[in-house]
């Protein structure tokens, strides 16, 4: 038994519980051994089992353990086998859409005995769903754009959790005693936001194709189809999709090129190597006269055709590829460069951290300065703040930066809610007393595309407002963006000095990268905002900066390589002289 079919099915088993009604806790019992099997990816428990090293896995307890000893012995979990006798499979595929958790669900099948995805979608239309006690009418609407988003998604994964499939895949593939080097390749090298399958490339001793074939026939895989000459296709028994490319060594560096895409790079450069004489396909590269070219690596490939190496992150559109020719590719962002973040939350409003834990964390970053923004009070679901709240804070924030001496500085922010009017939540007196305001959407977000265009220029219009958050509204793989002009909106913020951030959450990853060349264009300064409810949330930023190269940006482009003094100028600089 692979750990991958184990973790598998302890998932499975947890989400039946949530549907079925039973203890939450339990369910999460079941999920957290499952993944601390992710973990260990190994084809065979049973010596895991035996040592008792298995158990010693944190989250791993005696009943997950006794599921994992019968699979190990059985193959089988009569545990699941029970579960699914007593629930309809189809119910899992619901726990997928926004505002349904396991106990609404279960209520949705006592209530109207909606079994599937297309039950619920005629119910919601029928009228019925919206006579159930808990769901009105826009939790309807929620719903049915939820399913319409689902099925659009299919099976994709946001960008941490396909990386980290994508590491552990890698992993058991370079083990191969006949691969001499594994890449990982795709989307997922790219850091593209979201990602359909993996994709990893192996070079060989050997027969390439013996080494797919041991892939395509090992434990926990569903089903396996070639792709081509060079890739095999394998699906998992959790729904994982690899393609895997296997070649002869002397071919991997052209071969994790080709796999890393996108199609149009790949196009792009084999074009540029046709005009320079040279023929550029699957089975490498070729001089004039249809010799092979020896290529060690990536760079040495780009070398080659008279062109700077490009990285991954930048291979999408083709014009990347006439920037490197023109020798006018941009210096990237790096993450060292920058000094601080804004977009942080305490246990003020709903973070999970006080102000010194969040400035500490920030401080073991190496940064030097951070910004506190939690909720305004007209957020009142997140514990938004009201004004003697705030001055408490600030009164805080004081008291902790005397101790720092000037090595570090705490900025007093608040994230105010952008009224449906477009005025910024608090009057004018508080909002001159915090060092910076993020401007966010938070409610209204059907109101159409030139109401809410209109409310957002509007904010963008205040002298107060800093940095206009999250501006498209979007939760990858579960809302789309509200309807908004973006360019006006991004024109609006360079004519008035406002940035726009790049929220890091890897749910929204919004400012969208694709707008980031108009931003940049534009002369916009972005603001990479962790969105953190946690010390832990502070890690978003680097996913931030990843996002930043593949829109091209620059140190210069993003404030959070200023330091404290400059954060503060740019904040302050539209205010009258005596608010500044």
């Not at 892939?215 to 060079?230: I, N, Y």
Request: hydrophobic content about 45%; overall charge negative.
């Amino acid at each position: 038994m692979d750990s991958r079919t184990a973790a598998h099915v302890l998932s499975r088993i947890a989400a039946l519980l949530e549907l079925s009604g039973a203890n939450t806790f339990r369910a999460r019992a079941y999920e957290g051994a499952a993944q601390a099997l992710r973990s260990i990816d190994t084809d065979d428990l049973a010596p895991l089992l035996a040592s008792g090293e298995l158990a010693k896995l944190p989250g791993v307890g005696p009943a997950t353990l006794g599921v994992v000893r019968e699979l190990v012995e059985t193959g089988e979990s009569a545990y699941l086998e029970r579960l699914r006798a007593s629930i309809p499979e189809g119910l899992l595929e619901l726990l997928r859409l926004p505002r349904l958790g396991g106990a609404k669900i279960h209520a949705l099948h006592e209530a109207l005995g909606i079994t599937s995805l297309d039950d619920l979608e005629r119910e919601a239309l029928s009228g019925a769903l919206a006579k159930v006690k808990g769901f009105g009418p826009k939790t309807v609407e929620a719903i049915l754009k939820g399913i319409a988003g689902l099925r659009a998604a299919g099976d994709r994964m946001r960008i941490p959790a396909a990386t980290a499939e994508a590491i552990r895949i890698r992993a058991a593939v370079a083990a191969h005693p006949d691969v001499v080097r594994a890449g990982i390749a795709g989307s997922v090298r790219r850091s593209v936001e979201t990602v359909g399958d993996i994709d990893v490339v192996a070079g060989c001793r050997g027969d390439p194709a013996a080494v797919r074939g041991s892939f395509a026939r090992a434990p926990g895989v569903r089903r396996a189809t070639e792709k081509d000459a060079d890739t095999t296709t394998i699906t998992y028994v959790d729904g994982t999709c690899l393609d895997l490319c296997c070649v002869s060594d002397d071919r991997f560096a052209t071969a994790l090129w080709r796999m890393t895409g996108s199609d149009a790079h790949v196009a792009a450069v084999a074009g540029h190597a046709a005009r320079g004489g040279f023929a550029l396909g699957a089975d490498g590269l070729r001089d004039a006269a249809g010799r092979p070219v020896a290529v060690a690596d990536e760079p040495s490939l780009y070398a080659a055709l008279g062109l700077p190496f490009i990285v991954p992150e930048l291979r999408e559109t083709g014009e990347e590829v006439s920037a490197a020719a023109a020798g006018v590719l941009p210096e990237l962002l790096r993450d060292e460069q920058l000094r601080g973040v804004l977009h942080c939350h305490t246990r003020y409003s709903d973070g999970r951290a006080s102000v010194a834990e969040m400035a500490a964390a920030a401080r073991e970053r190496g940064w030097g300065w951070i910004g506190i923004s939690d909720h305004s009070q007209a957020a009142f679901y997140a514990g938004g703040l009201k004004p003697d709240e705030v001055r408490r804070q600030h009164d805080e924030i004081d008291a902790l930066n005397a101790t720092f001496g000037g090595a570090f500085t705490i900025l007093k922010g608040i994230e105010a809610d952008i009224l449906a009017d477009g005025r910024l939540d608090y009057d004018a007196g508080l909002l001159d007393s915090f060092d910076f305001v993020i401007g966010s959407i938070h409610s209204r977000f059907a109101m159409g595309e030139p109401a809410m265009t209109e409310r957002v220029l509007r904010a963008l219009d205040d002298p107060h407002l800093t940095v206009l958050a999250h501006p498209t509204g979007r939760l990858l793989l579960s809302r789309d963006p509200y309807g908004i002009d973006i360019d006006a909106v991004l024109e609006k913020a360079a004519e008035r000095g406002v940035a726009v951030e790049l929220n890091a959450d890897p749910h929204r990853l919004d400012l969208d990268w694709r707008h980031l060349h108009a931003a940049k264009r534009l002369g916009v300064t972005i603001a990479i905002g962790p969105d953190a409810h946690s010390t832990r949330g502070l890690d978003n930023t680097m996913l931030g900066v990843v996002m930043a190269r593949k829109g091209w940006l620059e140190g210069a482009d993003v404030l959070n390589t200023r330091d404290v003094a400059g954060v503060r100028e740019f904040a302050r600089h539209g205010l009258p002289e005596g608010a500044r």
